[in-house]
Each structure stands twice: as C-alpha cells, then as structure tokens.
C-alpha cells in the first residue's frame, strides 16, 4: 500500500510507481506547505493507517528538514473537525484513506489547489479532477477465501453473487471498515440505490455471526476457516502473510472482473 500499484485479475500490474513515488508525492505537497526552512514545521491531520503515514514522514522529514505534528483520527472524524475549525484550522494537509472525505472537503471550498507539479507525479485519474488533491497509495477490493474450504473455480463472479442464499453462513465482511462504504457506492451506482439496499441485507443475512469490526479480524477469521470468504482489500492479506509467514497461510485472493462494481480501487490522497 506504499505505492499507487493496482493488479488486474490476472495479477499482472495495471500501473506501477517505482518505489519511493508515495513519498515523492506527498513531499511535494508538504513541501509546498511548510516550505524548505529547516525552521518549518506543518501539522497533518492523518486518517491513514499508522504505519502508512509513519513511513512518509520519516523519510519526508529526512529529505526536507521540515518537522511534521501528526494529528491521527478516523478520517471522518478528521473531515468533521476540518469543517467545524474551516479557515482557523491548523492542518496543512490531510491524509485521507479513501477520497470521498476529500471531495466532501474540496465541495464546501476547504482544500485549496495542489501544485500543478505536484499532480503530475501520479496517474491523473488518481487525483482530483479538479486539482485539489492529490493520490498518494491505492489498493483494490477482492475476494478473500480458505483453501481449504473452497476452490478458486467454486468462487463467485460477480460481488452481487455474495448475496445468494448459497453463501449464507459462509460469508465474513467488516460492514463499519471505511473501505467498505466506496463499495457500497460503487453497487448504488451500477444498480440503484433499492438494489444495493436488498444486497446488503443479503450480505447481512449470509453472515450471520461473522460479520466483524474491521478488515485485519476478517482476514485472520478466514485463513482460521471460521468463514468460507469475504470482501477485503488485497494489502489486508499481504500483511497477514507477512506476520504469520507463507507456512501459515490457508487463504487466497482473488480479484473480479474490473467491470464488476466490486472492483473498487480505493485511492488514498
């Protein structure tokens, strides 16, 4: 998740940075508040995991001089603060893990433009349209299931398929994880609002007691085959395998269709 690097189904790479592209771009957008005086220091409002921001701002600091107060919450809590605080806020910039807290921000006049130098170091259709933020890291939607359990060939299609009564008590999902709601979106927009609604009672009814509070209990409850499958964003399932090791690991990715409304590429920016 360092890098704005997203898989086709077939796992070959659709768009790749070279390694360092994250800090290279938020640098340039710090830089661009705090300026390059040793003396300088902005405040970041972070809604991105911990590790994540922690990275950057180790090796941005480390490049620029300039120091960076770390002010984390969930980010929608961060674009509330933003909002209720407007010109008097103390954030420099804002980090968030999915856009829509940025488009919200950008809507009510918050965000001011980011240097045209600065949007050219990522994909443009990872930044705002309207050049008032910037993508810094992605990830994509996939399904996550036990070997053990299922095979690749059993798997659904179509993320709309999750809502059959042939994976109820099967299914494992975080409805309350933030990545979750852009997929939400995503159905909604493919299939209208009635649809997504009777989808996520679907989802709901399939898993019953397996319905957990974030993406990292979802992933560790699959690999331990409490649940057959589920809906987690890919990095998820990197970072347990790196924690438990490849010996440990009975789960596997698998990634839809890229026009199947599950394939979702969040954007953090």
């Excluded at 300026?35 to 809604?47: D, E, P, R, V």
């Excluded at 950057?56 to 480390?62: G, H, I, M, Y």
């Excluded at 995503?186 to 993406?215: C, F, M, Q, T």
Aim: overall charge positive; glycine content about 8%.
């Amino acid at each position: 998740m360092m890098t704005l690097s997203c898989s086709s189904p077939s796992g070959a790479a659709s768009r790749r940075w070279r390694p360092g592209a994250a800090v290279v771009v938020l640098s340039g957008l710090l830089a661009a508040c705090g300026g390059s005086s040793s003396s300088k220091s902005i405040t970041l409002y972070n809604g991105q995991h911990a590790q994540t921001t922690a990275a950057l701002v180790a090796r941005f600091e480390k490049l620029t001089g300039i120091r960076v107060n770390v002010r984390s919450n969930d980010e929608d809590a961060l674009v509330s603060q933003i909002a209720a605080e407007g010109a008097n806020s103390p954030a420099d910039a804002i980090y968030a893990e999915n856009s829509p807290p940025l488009e919200y921000l950008r809507q009510k006049g918050l965000l001011v433009p980011v240097a045209p130098a600065t949007l050219a170091r990522a994909p443009s259709r990872y930044n705002s349209p309207q050049g008032d933020w910037v993508g810094v890291s992605a990830r994509v939607s996939v399904l996550d299931y036990n070997t053990q359990l299922l095979k690749r060939s059993q798997l659904p299609t179509s993320i709309m398929q999750l809502a059959e009564p042939q994976w109820k008590g099967k299914l494992a999902f975080a409805p309350s994880e933030t990545d979750f709601q852009p997929i939400v979106s995503s159905v909604a927009r493919s299939y209208g609002d009635a649809a997504a609604l009777r989808w996520l009672e679907g989802l709901k009814a399939n898993a019953g007691s397996h319905i957990y509070p974030n993406n990292e209990a979802t992933t560790d409850q699959i690999n331990r085959g409490q649940a057959e499958l589920g809906l987690i964003d890919q990095y998820y399932w990197y970072r347990q395998r790196a924690q438990v090791g490849a010996g440990n690991m009975h789960s596997a990715i698998a990634y839809l269709a890229p026009r199947d409304p599950g394939y979702v590429i969040d954007v953090s920016g």
